[in-house]
């Protein structure tokens, strides 16, 4: 390996890569590391093994360029050259083999344990309830899976076996260097610090400029999304001038930045290589006086030997650096992740959680409810025994509330913003748990009941639904994944909607685009209907759910709405006077507690806070 | 071409920039043939028998110099290439990254972004926001690495590579060639690979991206997956999204690690061969081993590093290009909606809008809106009701010219909207829609937005008038609150006054408000009523709606089925016709049992007073 290898200009990447944050090695986390391996044991052990081996390699390859010249070539045997050469070529092969294995091995074991990790990372999220992603923003999870469980990989698949590997190698070529000649390695030493202050110095300074470039970057992109996203209040506006000054703010400190970089980063690799010149300059004269004067038993081979084998001392010593500060994000990266892994749910499924029997399969179709049209069972009974809640501990949400819906009934859920409304078609799917009290399904206790099993027989539209990527077709099959087209048009044909979904672009096949943007408020909201009606569920949750939809076409669901809701138990949230006043039973609700109960015209006769609640949605009509 | 195009406008830096890289290249070779020098010279001295050292550029040292001297003034020229190379090497650095990122790159930005927002809507109707942004950062970017690395490095790597065979040809022709036998095969070996292993790097980042994308739509619609007790289904759809990434990366490390050591194999080869012939030469006497053999194995790998560098480059020059044309396309894309060379100047608007017979859409042949055909009078306000998908976006939409109609006039104040300034119509216009964007600024920049150097009383004025004024005084920070990501989070109401105040900011003439309740809590619809209630005020106003009271409130109501208008007139009339707005309207009415019940009530209340 020559000098010359050293002065090529190196990639940025390990700047970027070196986020470095103050903090030590911690050797717990390393250890959990490690045991994330184990699984791969065979394979770990066996890169370590090569590691070893590759490591001896390398000074051993330098040595035998020295050997060769020094030997052979300049001894005038020519036989011993080619024998020398044949050796080399031998030794070349056998490590480049390692090379390839301890590669692969390297960067297979790396993903193995990134693809196991992400598999826990995800099994986690899906254990968390409810509560958790309320509190939690979206961003910060997927950091975890790109950013920090990448920087895990590239620990697993750097530092681990690197670090290794260039001890190995420095310590070789140091011991080789010695071999030769101690004088010429102490002279070498004196070189070293100075290559150790000059990464010291400058790594900090690197990170800072590339971590500033990086942020100048993102905001670029913000910005230029924000403008894509905000084009029509842009336009509409007329303020592209405007925005055309900002960017190029934004513009201008981005490339400030770069600039900044490339000033560290063209002082600093200049400079590690000005250090090897150096070297080799006071290796001539230390090397050429030593030789003059037959000092320290100094010859030119010991020289040539010199010209090749500080090259591998210095990069390893430079990749030592490099890596701690790879050691060390990866560090931070790992934590996180395995804070994540460590989180505890606030509640689970109780251990011996039943399935909630399902009617809908009892009589023959195992696989799939009753087609969605025909209705099926009568819907399933909701009892709330003296339940209480509170998302926070201390501020009660719910209090002591008590009422049945019979199988089949619909029930409406009326009051001001904060009553409590949605708190409880929250506790009916089971996304919480009460804080006290009973509520039964069918007359079992829900904590008894497998969340999963208690959903698969509920049907929930909200106010605004969330649309994942992919056709209509799909969003609408996601309430039964084995439904067919024909069950599929079936269920939009009963909800009086199929003409509107074959409307759109390209029908049923139409991409919904990011998070349902391509489509009106009402089109996705009938989307969702028709999601839930294909569930068939025997419990229906509404919650605002035509708020969204514009009046025609909310007055065409309607008829198909009142034939929804007969067969199944349903919880109606809705400022609707439509959907109100057909429920079989209204619950006014008022901070938490049922304040009046009972149909529609008996509550009105009353003359009480249903009355007056009544009166103010009349009004706003 | 275009490409070369860019660069020749900034040709002073890219000279500037080669020019260096040139000397520096030579100062290199200078440095290492400096110490082959000194190992020969120390040779001569202590070897009488070996061969005396060629002296570079003619140049021979004093003959009454002691070796010792001879030894230092070579170090010391070892040390001034050195020091030399440095400060060109930081003086390039810094050159590249000017002429790059001050100069091409944020001119191309600033260029493009300014280009986007010229663009007419059915741009971005066609593409998905991800597909402009990645034009507009990641596409440049690679005409960035193009600029970067295929220009300058491919220019700098073929002048080095003659050097560098020019200055081992000088010292032996025959062993020149045989050492660089391999090369072909290098070069060979370098863009097969790259061939072969880019398109498999593009299919990974495609399938992590699709994990990614399956584990932000599972957090972001958590309650759709457990509503419907779809956990089992999302996981079993992120382990196989999973898996396949790493079965896609296998593929990838497989290629990658026996490319790397198949390459540093060839270039053993080449030493190999060097000892061989080469120290045949050097046995024989014609070659030195300093300057001769030594060197040549500096150079040897030096040549296989700049070989390898090259075929990456090659590699990059496809993907720079095909970015490079994506970011064309967008500067090339026709403006649509224009302003006329000579505009009608239009000053003062009154607020007259006629539609004649406007016929419109989005697609060739998928017609939005059929020979609409209406005219609306200063100050009246008109209400828009039809079905999901009739088209009543479409028709706002064509007020300010966002798109054109595909046949029939929209005419304001007498004026074809064709024959205005663009800019001085949308000044006119003020409008509000389904879901308001609001940028990640303060409060006042969201306001003022409508008027660039609005007055903070205008402000307040505006907030006051859409009822933001009170809950905007009560955030943390007033008017200076930062709202987005980042920010505050307001509610939907909030964020339709901030948009009502916004509208009213410039005090159109016109205001366009498409269903501006749509996406907001039933609960706190009413606060954003009496907004919408003072907005309307003096102006021509076009409003989708579906709340009776706003209906009722209206002076006229044109209903739409499919892109028709199949009826108009006021609430009245319209509740008197049988049709799908009577029924939808009796609907939302109160039943005459429950009127009953109420207007008893109120008259009990009465007279109770």
């Given at each position: 390996?020559?000098?010359?290898?050293?002065?090529?200009?190196?990639?940025?990447?390990?700047?970027?890569?070196?986020?470095?944050?103050?903090?030590?090695?911690?050797?717990?986390?390393?250890?959990r590391i490690?045991?994330?391996?184990?699984?791969?044991?065979?394979?770990?052990?066996?890169?370590?093994?090569?590691?070893?081996?590759?490591?001896?390699?390398?000074?051993?390859?330098?040595?035998?360029?020295?050997?060769?010249?020094?030997?052979?070539?300049?001894?005038?045997?020519?036989?011993?050259?080619?024998?020398?050469?044949?050796?080399?070529?031998?030794?070349?092969?056998?490590?480049?083999?390692?090379?390839?294995?301890?590669?692969?091995?390297?960067?297979?074991?790396?993903?193995?344990?990134?693809?196991?990790?992400?598999?826990?990372?995800?099994?986690?999220?899906?254990?968390?309830?409810?509560?958790?992603?309320?509190?939690?923003?979206?961003?910060?999870?997927?950091?975890?899976?790109?950013?920090?469980?990448?920087?895990?990989?590239?620990?697993?698949?750097?530092?681990?076996?690197?670090?290794?590997?260039?001890?190995?190698?420095?310590?070789?070529?140091?011991?080789?260097?010695?071999?030769?000649?101690?004088?010429?390695?102490?002279?070498?030493?004196?070189?070293?610090?100075?290559?150790?202050?000059?990464?010291?110095?400058?790594?900090?300074?690197?990170?800072?400029?590339?971590?500033?470039?990086?942020?100048?970057?993102?905001?670029?992109?913000?910005?230029?999304a924000?403008?894509?996203?905000?084009?029509?209040?842009?336009?509409?506006?007329?303020?592209?001038?405007?925005?055309?000054?900002?960017?190029?703010?934004?513009?201008?400190?981005?490339?400030?930045?770069?600039?900044?970089?490339a000033?560290?980063?063209?002082?600093?690799?200049?400079?590690?290589?000005?250090?090897?010149?150096?070297?080799?300059?006071?290796?001539?004269?230390?090397?050429?006086?030593?030789?003059?004067?037959?000092?320290?038993?100094?010859?030119?081979?010991?020289?040539?030997?010199?010209?090749?084998l500080?090259?591998?001392?210095?990069?390893s010593?430079?990749?030592?650096?490099n890596?701690?500060?790879?050691?060390?994000?990866?560090?931070?990266?790992?934590?996180?992740?395995?804070?994540?892994?460590?989180?505890?749910?606030?509640?689970?499924?109780?251990?011996?959680?039943?399935?909630?029997?399902?009617?809908?399969?009892?009589?023959?179709?195992?696989?799939?409810p009753?087609?969605?049209?025909?209705?099926?069972?009568?819907?399933?009974?909701?009892?709330?025994?003296?339940?209480?809640?509170?998302?926070?501990?201390?501020?009660?949400?719910?209090?002591?509330?008590?009422?049945?819906a019979?199988?089949?009934?619909?029930?409406?859920?009326?009051?001001?913003?904060?009553s409590?409304?949605?708190?409880?078609?929250?506790?009916?799917?089971?996304?919480?748990?009460?804080?006290?009290?009973?509520?039964?399904?069918?007359?079992?206790?829900?904590?008894t009941?497998?969340?999963?099993?208690?959903?698969?027989?509920?049907?929930?539209?909200?106010q605004?639904?969330?649309?994942?990527?992919?056709?209509?077709?799909?969003?609408?099959?996601?309430?039964?994944?084995?439904?067919?087209?024909?069950?599929?048009?079936?269920?939009?044909?009963?909800?009086?909607?199929?003409?509107?979904?074959?409307?759109?672009?390209?029908?049923?096949?139409?991409?919904?685009?990011?998070?349902?943007?391509?489509?009106?408020?009402?089109?996705?909201?009938?989307?969702?209907?028709?999601?839930?009606?294909?569930?068939?569920?025997?419990?229906?949750?509404l919650?605002?759910?035509?708020?969204?939809v514009?009046?025609?076409?909310?007055?065409?669901?309607?008829h198909?709405?009142?034939?929804?809701?007969?067969?199944?138990?349903?919880?109606v949230?809705?400022?609707?006077?439509?959907?109100?006043?057909?429920?079989?039973?209204?619950?006014?609700?008022?901070?938490?507690?049922?304040?009046?109960?009972?149909?529609?015209?008996?509550?009105?006769?009353?003359?009480?806070?249903?009355?007056?609640?009544?009166?103010?949605?009349?009004?706003?009509? | 071409?275009?490409?070369?195009?860019?660069?020749?406008?900034?040709?002073?830096?890219?000279?500037?920039?080669?020019?260096?890289?040139?000397?520096?290249?030579?100062?290199?070779?200078?440095?290492?043939?400096?110490?082959?020098?000194?190992?020969?010279?120390?040779?001569?001295?202590?070897?009488?028998?070996?061969?005396?050292?060629?002296?570079?550029?003619?140049?021979?040292?004093?003959?009454?110099?002691?070796?010792?001297?001879?030894?230092?003034?070579?170090?010391?020229?070892?040390?001034?290439?050195?020091?030399?190379?440095?400060?060109?090497?930081?003086?390039?650095?810094?050159?590249?990254?000017?002429?790059?990122?001050?100069?091409?790159?944020?001119?191309?930005?600033?260029?493009?972004?300014?280009?986007?927002?010229?663009?007419?809507?059915?741009?971005f109707?066609?593409?998905?926001?991800?597909?402009?942004?990645?034009?507009?950062?990641?596409?440049?970017?690679?005409?960035?690495?193009?600029?970067?690395?295929?220009?300058?490095?491919?220019?700098?790597?073929?002048?080095?590579?003659?050097?560098?065979?020019?200055?081992?040809?000088?010292?032996?022709?025959?062993?020149?060639?045989?050492?660089?036998?391999?090369?072909?095969?290098?070069?060979?070996?370098?863009?097969?690979?790259?061939?072969?292993?880019?398109?498999?790097?593009?299919?990974?980042?495609?399938?992590?991206?699709?994990?990614?994308?399956?584990?932000?739509?599972?957090?972001?619609?958590?309650?759709?997956?457990?509503?419907?007790?779809?956990?089992?289904?999302?996981?079993?759809?992120?382990?196989?999204?999973?898996?396949?990434?790493?079965?896609?990366?296998?593929?990838?490390?497989?290629?990658?690690?026996?490319?790397s050591?198949?390459?540093?194999?060839?270039?053993?080869?080449?030493?190999?061969?060097?000892?061989?012939?080469?120290?045949?030469l050097?046995?024989?006497?014609?070659?030195?081993?300093?300057?001769?053999?030594?060197?040549?194995?500096?150079?040897?790998?030096?040549?296989?590093?700049?070989?390898?560098?090259t075929?990456?480059?090659?590699?990059?020059?496809?993907?720079?290009?095909?970015?490079?044309?994506?970011?064309?396309?967008?500067?090339?894309?026709?403006?649509?909606?224009?302003?006329?060379?000579?505009?009608?100047?239009?000053?003062?608007?009154?607020?007259?809008?006629?539609?004649?017979?406007?016929?419109?859409?989005?697609?060739?042949?998928?017609?939005?809106?059929?020979?609409?055909?209406?005219?609306?009078?200063?100050?009246?306000?008109?209400?828009i009701?039809?079905?999901?998908?009739?088209?009543?976006?479409?028709?706002?939409?064509?007020?300010?010219?966002?798109?054109?109609?595909?046949a029939?006039?929209?005419?304001?104040?007498?004026?074809?909207?064709?024959?205005?300034?663009?800019?001085?119509?949308?000044?006119?216009?003020?409008?509000?829609?389904?879901?308001?964007?609001?940028?990640?600024?303060?409060?006042?920049?969201?306001?003022?937005?409508?008027?660039?150097?609005?007055?903070?009383?205008?402000?307040?004025?505006?907030?006051?008038?859409?009822?933001?004024?009170?809950?905007?005084?009560?955030?943390?920070?007033?008017?200076?609150?930062?709202?987005?990501?980042?920010?505050?989070?307001?509610?939907?109401?909030?964020?339709?006054?901030?948009?009502?105040?916004?509208?009213?900011?410039?005090?159109?003439?016109i205001?366009?408000?498409d269903?501006?309740?749509?996406a907001?809590?039933?609960e706190?619809?009413?606060?954003?009523?009496?907004?919408?209630?003072?907005?309307?005020?003096?102006?021509?106003?076009?409003?989708?709606?579906?709340?009776?009271?706003?209906?009722?409130?209206?002076?006229?109501?044109?209903?739409?089925?499919?892109?028709?208008?199949?009826?108009?007139?006021?609430?009245?009339?319209?509740?008197?016709?049988?049709?799908?707005?009577?029924?939808?309207?009796?609907?939302?009415?109160?039943?005459?049992?429950?009127?009953a019940?109420?207007?008893?009530?109120?008259?009990?209340?009465?007279?109770?007073?």
């Amino acid at each position: 390996m020559s000098l010359l290898a050293a002065a090529g200009i190196p990639t940025s990447k390990g700047f970027t890569a070196a986020a470095a944050e103050p903090s030590a090695l911690d050797w717990r986390i390393l250890r959990r590391i490690l045991t994330h391996t184990r699984p791969y044991a065979a394979k770990r052990n066996t890169i370590f093994a090569l590691t070893v081996a590759r490591a001896i390699q390398k000074p051993a390859m330098a040595w035998a360029i020295a050997a060769v010249i020094n030997g052979p070539i300049t001894g005038g045997d020519y036989r011993g050259a080619v024998w020398g050469a044949a050796g080399f070529f031998a030794l070349a092969v056998l490590t480049e083999l390692t090379f390839h294995f301890r590669q692969r091995l390297q960067l297979e074991l790396g993903e193995a344990v990134v693809h196991d990790l992400r598999n826990d990372v995800f099994q986690q999220l899906q254990r968390m309830p409810l509560s958790y992603f309320n509190k939690t923003k979206l961003g910060r999870i997927l950091g975890r899976v790109i950013t920090d469980i990448e920087s895990v990989r590239r620990g697993v698949q750097n530092v681990f076996f690197f670090s290794l590997l260039a001890f190995g190698q420095m310590a070789g070529a140091a011991g080789l260097m010695l071999y030769y000649n101690w004088v010429l390695f102490c002279v070498l030493l004196a070189v070293g610090p100075l290559v150790w202050l000059t990464n010291r110095h400058f790594h900090p300074r690197l990170s800072v400029h590339s971590r500033a470039a990086a942020e100048s970057q993102s905001r670029l992109t913000g910005s230029v999304a924000e403008t894509v996203k905000g084009m029509r209040v842009i336009q509409g506006y007329a303020r592209q001038r405007e925005s055309d000054d900002r960017y190029g703010r934004l513009i201008d400190r981005h490339s400030d930045n770069n600039v900044g970089l490339a000033h560290e980063s063209s002082l600093y690799l200049p400079l590690l290589e000005l250090h090897s010149q150096v070297f080799l300059a006071a290796l001539l004269v230390v090397g050429g006086y030593g030789a003059l004067h037959g000092f320290a038993g100094m010859e030119i081979g010991s020289l040539i030997a010199f010209f090749f084998l500080p090259s591998l001392f210095f990069q390893s010593l430079q990749h030592l650096g490099n890596l701690y500060t790879q050691a060390i994000t990866s560090m931070a990266g790992a934590e996180r992740v395995f804070q994540l892994l460590d989180l505890k749910p606030d509640w689970t499924d109780a251990p011996h959680a039943l399935d909630l029997p399902d009617p809908r399969t009892a009589h023959g179709r195992a696989d799939a409810p009753a087609s969605a049209t025909t209705p099926g069972t009568k819907g399933a009974r909701v009892e709330f025994r003296d339940v209480s809640f509170a998302y926070e501990p201390g501020r009660m949400v719910l209090n002591n509330l008590c009422f049945t819906a019979a199988a089949g009934e619909t029930v409406a859920l009326v009051g001001h913003t904060g009553s409590g409304k949605t708190s409880i078609v929250n506790l009916i799917a089971k996304f919480y748990l009460p804080t006290s009290g009973d509520i039964l399904i069918d007359g079992q206790e829900i904590r008894t009941l497998r969340g999963e099993s208690l959903r698969s027989q509920m049907g929930i539209v909200l106010q605004t639904n969330f649309l994942f990527t992919g056709t209509v077709l799909e969003n609408i099959r996601l309430g039964r994944p084995g439904a067919t087209d024909a069950e599929v048009r079936a269920a939009a044909t009963s909800l009086d909607c199929l003409d509107l979904l074959e409307s759109l672009p390209q029908g049923f096949a139409t991409e919904v685009g990011e998070r349902g943007t391509s489509l009106s408020l009402g089109q996705r909201q009938l989307i969702c209907f028709t999601r839930a009606l294909l569930a068939n569920p025997r419990i229906l949750i509404l919650d605002e759910a035509t708020s969204s939809v514009d009046t025609i076409t909310e007055s065409r669901l309607q008829h198909a709405l009142d034939r929804l809701l007969a067969t199944r138990t349903s919880f109606v949230v809705a400022h609707r006077l439509s959907t109100i006043r057909r429920a079989d039973q209204i619950l006014v609700l008022d901070q938490g507690c049922i304040v009046e109960r009972g149909p529609h015209l008996q509550l009105l006769a009353r003359r009480g806070a249903y009355h007056a609640l009544y009166r103010q949605f009349a009004l706003a009509e | 071409m275009r490409l070369l195009g860019l660069c020749w406008q900034q040709r002073a830096g890219c000279l500037q920039v080669l020019a260096c890289q040139i000397l520096l290249l030579t100062l290199g070779l200078a440095g290492l043939s400096f110490t082959g020098l000194g190992i020969d010279y120390l040779r001569s001295i202590l070897q009488p028998g070996s061969p005396a050292p060629r002296w570079l550029f003619g140049f021979q040292p004093p003959a009454d110099w002691t070796p010792m001297q001879v030894v230092s003034a070579i170090a010391g020229a070892v040390i001034t290439a050195a020091v030399l190379r440095a400060l060109l090497t930081w003086l390039s650095g810094i050159s590249l990254a000017r002429l790059v990122h001050r100069g091409l790159v944020a001119d191309l930005q600033a260029t493009v972004y300014a280009k986007l927002q010229r663009l007419s809507f059915s741009f971005f109707d066609r593409q998905s926001t991800g597909a402009i942004l990645n034009r507009a950062t990641g596409d440049i970017q690679s005409i960035r690495t193009f600029v970067d690395t295929v220009m300058i490095q491919s220019i700098v790597t073929i002048v080095s590579l003659g050097l560098y065979m020019s200055y081992m040809l000088s010292i032996h022709v025959g062993l020149t060639f045989a050492c660089l036998a391999t090369l072909p095969l290098l070069w060979t070996a370098c863009i097969l690979f790259s061939r072969a292993v880019h398109p498999q790097y593009v299919h990974g980042r495609e399938l992590f991206d699709r994990m990614i994308l399956t584990l932000a739509e599972c957090v972001q619609g958590v309650n759709v997956i457990k509503g419907f007790a779809r956990e089992r289904e999302m996981a079993a759809r992120f382990e196989a999204d999973n898996l396949a990434v790493k079965s896609q990366q296998q593929k990838i490390f497989w290629r990658v690690s026996t490319f790397s050591p198949a390459l540093d194999l060839l270039t053993q080869v080449n030493l190999v061969v060097l000892f061989i012939y080469g120290g045949k030469l050097v046995i024989d006497g014609v070659l030195p081993l300093g300057t001769g053999l030594v060197v040549f194995a500096g150079l040897l790998q030096q040549f296989s590093n700049q070989v390898s560098a090259t075929a990456q480059i090659a590699n990059g020059v496809q993907e720079s290009l095909t970015g490079a044309g994506r970011v064309f396309e967008i500067l090339d894309a026709p403006l649509g909606v224009q302003s006329p060379d000579r505009p009608h100047p239009l000053p003062v608007c009154r607020g007259a809008v006629r539609f004649e017979q406007v016929t419109f859409d989005y697609t060739a042949g998928n017609s939005v809106l059929q020979s609409v055909d209406f005219a609306v009078a200063p100050g009246e306000c008109v209400a828009i009701v039809g079905e999901t998908g009739s088209g009543k976006s479409a028709l706002l939409s064509l007020i300010p010219r966002f798109y054109d109609p595909a046949a029939g006039r929209v005419l304001i104040d007498g004026h074809d909207v064709r024959t205005l300034d663009v800019q001085e119509l949308r000044r006119h216009v003020g409008m509000v829609f389904q879901e308001s964007f609001l940028f990640s600024d303060t409060v006042a920049a969201n306001i003022g937005f409508a008027k660039a150097g609005a007055t903070s009383d205008e402000l307040i004025a505006a907030a006051s008038a859409a009822r933001a004024h009170e809950f905007i005084t009560a955030l943390p920070e007033g008017y200076a609150t930062v709202l987005g990501e980042s920010g505050v989070d307001l509610s939907g109401g909030q964020r339709q006054r901030l948009a009502i105040a916004r509208a009213l900011l410039a005090n159109p003439s016109i205001l366009l408000l498409d269903d501006p309740t749509a996406a907001i809590d039933p609960e706190t619809e009413h606060e954003i009523l009496g907004a919408i209630e003072n907005a309307i005020a003096g102006r021509t106003t076009f409003i989708v709606a579906h709340r009776l009271s706003t209906l009722q409130r209206a002076d006229r109501i044109i209903v739409l089925q499919q892109g028709r208008i199949v009826a108009t007139g006021t609430h009245h009339e319209l509740l008197q016709r049988e049709g799908s707005y009577r029924r939808a309207a009796l609907l939302q009415m109160v039943d005459d049992e429950s009127r009953a019940l109420l207007i008893a009530a109120s008259h009990e209340v009465e007279a109770a007073v």
